[in-house]
């Protein structure tokens, strides 16, 4: 049976919860791979709305498996508070298991995000200063603490004082602020390991064994393609492998490359960014306030969930948006918030770029070029009329069959799987994902 991986496919916040949760129904293990707590799903069901930044979507079904793999850095608190929160409203989290090879997001890792992004002024990244690129960068730089160094008082001891001692410096010889006292942080997170051991488990087994007894598996993404260390607008970029790329996905929970069977895109009708970078087809006017505000008033507006911060808004950008199909090897895309396009009149698809009269086609990797594009832009007109009812693609209006016809044939992969709202129900499945 697939593994099938479910990755965003622009800048993040393209509603990839929502088809996590829907496609989990058919999963029996739904896995988290990458990231950290700077990124956020928001689900709505029927328990109401959950805005999850660590536990994967799956956590609604109690019959579902859910793990957080060895590519997610994990803050304890927030993971903690996280479960506390869902166990508050009656949901299972008796089946959620937390790799103990995970990296973990310790207080310096906050400090020395906020103090660097204050140090860059204005070029700075934009960063939601949780740590998460700190902590990856002690991972690579192999310094970093992992879930099962904070089951064991002996072996954090060592690791928590080696790593304070080095990261003190940074920050009273770097940033000149004040040192971390060790006390302060033992006692904490010895205290978030005895919490957390009921969940640590064996990740990569219980992906593995899922998948010899035949059954679905569904690895989950976190943030956007376009943000990944690699492939992403470097250096407005996330500090892990959102992306399917470079096998990201199957190192995240540690199986093979040649175990995943498919690789699914969600892609938003038009474009966002949260944090600064390049933007080629950004608005600034009222169509931006316009599909900002779209369902506000239902909290379901273009805010980010991590941050509350307003996401920048823009058109669909299909050369962006082709470069993340070619790199992440989509089978299938999933198109979210149609309904937001519904009461527009005339719609915009960015084709190409144009740079001193010179037509461009793929992605720059130079910030300085992409700075400097104008998008070419191709109109269809829009519907303007409700989609939120929609489950079939027949009974689309014409207009938008013609607007999501157009995207496949831009990016070259087939729309399986429309969203025309925030609920499971509202959805229009053209072609199962499992």
Not at 199 to 213: S, T, W
Not at 318 to 342: E, I, K, Q
Not at 380 to 402: C, I, K, M, N, Y
Request: glycine share 10%; with cysteine.
């Amino acid at each position: 049976m697939p593994i099938v991986v479910v990755v965003g496919g622009q800048w993040g916040d393209e509603g990839k919860g929502r088809i996590v949760d829907l496609l989990a129904r058919k999963a029996k293990v739904v896995a988290r791979y990458s990231a950290g707590n700077n990124a956020g799903h928001t689900i709505v069901n029927d328990r109401g709305e959950f805005k999850l930044h660590l536990v994967p979507a799956g956590i609604f079904y109690p019959e579902k498996t859910c793990v957080i793999g060895n590519g997610v850095a994990v803050d304890p608190e927030v993971l903690l508070g996280e479960i506390e929160g869902l166990q508050a409203k009656s949901i299972d989290t008796s089946r959620l298991v937390l790799s103990d090879r995970a990296q973990v997001i310790m207080p310096w890792h906050r400090l020395l995000d906020q103090l660097e992004e204050a140090r860059r002024g204005d070029a700075a990244i934009g960063t939601t200063g949780k740590g998460v690129g700190p902590c990856f960068t002690d991972k690579v730089a192999r310094r970093g603490i992992r879930v099962a160094d904070l089951l064991r008082a002996e072996d954090l001891v060592p690791r928590m004082r080696a790593a304070l001692d080095y990261q003190n410096r940074v920050v009273t010889c770097v940033y000149d602020a004040e040192p971390i006292r060790f006390e302060d942080c033992f006692d904490t997170y010895i205290e978030y390991g005895k919490r957390l051991a009921p969940f640590v488990g064996d990740v990569q087994e219980i992906v593995l064994d899922a998948h010899r007894r035949g059954e679905h598996v569904l690895l989950e993404g976190a943030q956007g393609s376009l943000l990944d260390l690699d492939h992403g607008t470097y250096p407005f970029v996330t500090s892990s492998v959102p992306s399917s790329s470079s096998s990201g996905a199957a190192l995240g929970v540690g199986i093979g490359p040649t175990d995943i069977s498919r690789v699914v895109g969600v892609f938003k009708s038009y474009s966002t960014r949260v944090g600064n970078g390049p933007f080629p087809t950004e608005l600034f006017d009222s169509v931006a306030d316009q599909l900002r505000d779209h369902g506000k008033e239902f909290g379901r507006g273009e805010y980010g969930t991590t941050t509350g911060r307003p996401r920048r808004i823009g058109w669909l950008d299909a050369v962006a948006a082709r470069y993340s199909v070619r790199f992440n090897g989509l089978a299938a895309l999933a198109l979210t918030r149609l309904d937001v396009l519904d009461d527009i009149a005339t719609i915009k698809i960015c084709t190409s770029y144009e740079l001193d009269g010179e037509i461009i086609d793929t992605l720059p990797a130079r910030e300085s070029v992409l700075n400097k594009v104008r998008p070419v832009y191709e109109e269809l007109p829009g519907w303007q009329t409700p989609t939120e009812h929609v489950r079939s693609f027949d009974d689309l209006p014409p207009q938008a069959q013609a607007f999501i016809k157009r995207v496949e044939e831009l990016l070259g992969c087939p729309v399986d799987l429309i969203s025309v709202g925030p609920s499971r129900e509202q959805a229009v499945i053209v072609n199962p994902i499992f």
